[in-house]
């Protein structure tokens, strides 16, 4: 389950930079962490917690939505 979230984290972020036109440079910038760390995560070297994926959705200015699916989801995968 922890794969499948993170590669979904990056798909969001990915696409959300191509969308607003916005480098790695700046989303680093908006964050206050270096543009290799940005790659990093992006790349799946490193593993973000809720606090990073937090940060990276507030740069991008969208929400963090877990919702009931996610939740059912997540039990049902633990069965």
């Given at each position: 389950m922890k794969v499948v979230l993170q590669e979904e984290f990056r798909r969001?972020?990915?696409d959300e930079?191509?969308?607003q036109g916005m480098s790695q440079s700046e989303l680093a910038r908006r964050?206050?962490?270096s543009r290799?760390?940005?790659?990093q995560y992006l790349s799946g070297k490193f593993c973000p917690g809720l606090d990073v994926v937090e940060n990276f959705f507030n740069?991008?200015?969208?929400?963090?939505?877990?919702?009931?699916q996610e939740v059912q989801q997540t039990a049902e995968s633990v069965k």
């Open positions: 969001i972020v990915k930079l191509t969308r964050m206050g962490i290799p760390t940005v790659s740069a991008l200015h969208i929400s963090l939505q877990i919702g009931p």
